[in-house]
């Protein structure tokens, strides 16, 4: 691979959770400039990416090979995660691939792409631990891997598996939303007496710099990130003691699970522009049995040791997440925990996940 430096990235994915932080990373100190796709320029995601500075936003959707080309001609770098909930499996593996060979047809030098864990390989193939937004995305960093045997001295390639965030705890309209039940901060989750790798997107985008600026040893890189593993009886004490009120973890059966505020969403596709009528979609329910089944049962752990050497000042533990995200909320006028986990004030705060607002416009 060359060792000439990036400094122009093309960002898909740049208005989710995980690309603001991304990109904020990118172009603190102005080493990198960054072009983001968006599909609407003037919403309030996108004008947070302006607000950064050493960035521009392109109007376009990356489901369009036109476009592809326009966003990645010019850039020497190129991050790109693209939204599973919004494409469904199979067109996410489509679109991921396509991206990886415009960019290698256009220039592209160094070539990041934001994954998951192909969990249903890690479990044996047993299809109990089956999630399609996982597996989607982690059978196409293996291809890009195996890709860039062949191809990384016109492009080198990294990827990075994060996994969920850890504001997803703390957050309305997740896998794992709290409910406040008589007073108590309370988690009801099929997890049993596993634990979840949850990630701090505030690491994601120390991450996501290191391997843009260390693109030599990060190439060919699968960089697996996390905190901790969290069980849930452990993130409720950690809540108790930031915050001093009271909070628990209910294991849950999936029944009950199924029957609770996901209700709605259960037999929805897991992907909202993916074809209900399509055998391979999954719904949501069976989707997301898979992924707590994986966290049940421990399927994926991480090198913790090696994010200490790549980021020695990481977050190490779920109360030092929530001791920072309970005084950044203080610091920004949002109120402590406490008050921010209250159902009027969890529902009314804008969305972690940018599902909620994609869907409204239903379209790729």
Request: glycine fraction near 10%; include cysteine; charged fraction near 25%.
């Amino acid at each position: 691979m060359t060792s000439q430096a990036t400094s122009k990235i093309f960002v898909i994915g740049g208005t989710g959770a995980q690309g603001l932080p991304v990109i904020g990373a990118l172009v603190a100190d102005k080493k990198y400039s960054v072009r983001a796709l968006s599909r609407d320029p003037s919403s309030r995601r996108a004008k947070a990416l302006l607000a950064l500075g050493n960035v521009e936003i392109v109007e376009g959707t990356f489901a369009d090979e036109a476009t592809l080309r326009a966003g990645f001609r010019g850039c020497d770098g190129a991050y790109v995660n693209i939204d599973g909930f919004n494409t469904g499996e199979k067109t996410e593996m489509y679109w991921a691939i396509r991206s990886y060979e415009i960019a290698l047809e256009e220039g592209v030098r160094f070539f990041v792409y934001g994954n998951l864990d192909y969990a249903l390989k890690k479990a044996g193939y047993d299809s109990r631990f089956r999630a399609g937004h996982y597996d989607g995305k982690g059978r196409i960093g293996e291809w890009i891997l195996f890709q860039n045997q062949a191809n990384e001295e016109r492009m080198g390639a990294a990827v990075f598996t994060t996994g969920p965030y850890m504001e997803m705890a703390i957050s309305a309209m997740t896998p794992m939303t709290p409910s406040v039940e008589d007073g108590v901060v309370t988690w009801r989750v099929p997890l049993g007496t596993g634990a979840v790798p949850h990630v701090a997107l505030e690491d994601c985008g120390y991450y996501a710099r290191w391997l843009f600026d260390n693109s030599e040893r990060a190439n060919g890189m699968n960089l697996e990130v996390a905190i901790e593993q969290v069980d849930y009886h452990q993130l409720a004490a950690a809540f108790e003691t930031v915050t001093g009120h009271p909070a628990r973890y209910i294991d849950t059966p999936l029944d009950a699970y199924w029957s609770g505020p996901l209700k709605m969403a259960a037999s929805l596709p897991a992907g909202y522009n993916a074809d209900p009528d399509d055998k391979s979609t999954m719904s949501f329910r069976d989707n997301f049995t898979g992924f707590w089944n994986i966290w049940k049962h421990e399927i994926i752990q991480r090198d913790y040791a090696l994010l200490d050497e790549i980021h020695p000042n990481r977050i190490r533990s779920v109360e030092e997440w929530l001791r920072r995200e309970d005084q950044r909320g203080r610091d920004l006028g949002k109120g402590d925990l406490w008050e921010r986990v209250q159902p009027e004030n969890l529902y009314s705060a804008p969305p972690l996940l940018k599902l909620t607002e994609d869907r409204r416009r239903g379209r790729l």
